[in-house]
């Protein structure tokens, strides 16, 4: 069983194998089962997450009215073809924005790694699935490569909003985006190492104050940039660019980052974007408590 | 390591908004429903910290309710839930508590028919992975970590080692285990953690030995 990156990767070269067959292979191990077995629960949280995406693209709205929308608007500006960046990376943005906004409606999703940060894998994944063309199975082996950098920083940092602040949420989404990106378009395990690492580092810090204690604001949008910089970072890890901190000690600053950050901070509504006043306002609106009881 | 399975990265698949307060809520609920074994007339449930706070917005109640009428996470009824339940019958109260817990994420989901109550306290700790610390009055230590199996059984010579000799039969490696019981003789609870995720037909092997009355599986 790996239990940092090194050891990770380190499997990977000596076998000669993807990051994603390890994981599958230490699955296989610990459910005693076969490979297809493996493989096909995985393909059912692939469904789960197409049918969130082609939900939210339709567009949704939450009960609090305090997101919804923003996905079906992005993709008539993608279609509309002015944009200013790439659309890979367009697409990642709206299909990540998607998957939150049905989450905030209350619709089903896949939890990768948690509710709060659904969108970023599979929206990066649905993405770089229009330029690179993968097989059902390399597209169901995506989800592993992520699942693999997911479980290395699950076990040694944390991917909780409440312990570490939201770099240990979407900051983990993303990067374990990047390296399943990275392994998609054909770069090697070291390569998606450096795009987790590329990434991670540049969601260090980021806190969790959801207004009004809900999955929404800034939540989906946090999402969407989660993408945008998943996609940046795996095509500078694909052009050689590599991280000078190791993979394993960005995870471990993340995770100590997370200690030192205040409780405001982490996921009880009481800080940052919560405590603005437009943020209080809306949730004295949402929940009918005057502002004053607050 | 806290996390075992690549499925608790990628998964679960589950009802929004929130893996804590929807997801979790929903399998605290149903572990008391599969503790109590049948569906209940009523419920009243306690909320404490940011359950308390946020429950509305979170559907932390409707998903609570669903857990209760047996809905897993990824069961689009629960967002009817209380209706269902309501149209059914049962009588349905929530509380919001002032006092400080140890978790922030904490329920005490009280249920009952005319034959029978069931009080249980729940924390959810993030990821939709959930704890319970406490079954009518007996304390757990459940870690949440790990699969584990509840065992309400008589107080009786042998009821331990029978359950013990059918998961070592069927090669189960015990993690973590404790007996409580309020009074020498009566009903006593064994909490056993195991390795590996419990197969259903281990269980009802289990619940046909002498003394036991009702086995309950908690999935990792």
Known sequence: MFRNVAELVELAVSQNKQISDIMIEQEMKVRRTTREEIMGLMERNLVVMEEAVEKGIKGVRSHSGLTGGDAVLMQKYIEKGNFLSGQTVLEAVSKAVATNEVNAAMGTICATPTAGSAGVVPGTLFAVKNKLNPTREEMVKFLFTSGAFGFVVANNASISGAAGGCQAEVGSAAGMAAAAIVEMAGGT?????????????????LVCDPVAGLVEVPCVKRNAMGAANAMVA????????????????????????GQSMPTALKETAQGGLAATPTGRALEAKIFGIPLDKK | MKYKSVFDIIGPIMIGPSSSHTAGAARIGRVARSIFGREPKWASISLYGSFAQTYKGHGTDVAL?????DFDTDDERIIKAIDIATEKGMKISFVEEDAITDHPNTARVFIGDDQG????????????KIEIIELNGFELKLSGHHPAILVVHNDRFGAIANVASVLAKHEINIGHMEVSRKEVGKLALMTIEVDHNIEDFVLSEIEQLPNILRVTKIVD
């Open chain 1, 234 to 257: 795996a095509d500078m890890a694909l052009a050689g660019i590599s991280s000078r901190i190791p993979c394993d000690e960005v995870i471990e600053a993340m995770f100590k980052i």
């Open chain 2, 65 to 69: 309710i669903g857990g209760i009428l």
């Open chain 1, 189 to 205: 395990p070291q390569q998606c190492a450096e795009a987790m690492a590329i990434t991670l580092k540049n969601m260090l810090g």
């Open chain 2, 117 to 128: 109550e069931l009080e249980l306290v729940g924390i959810s700790i993030g990821g939709g």
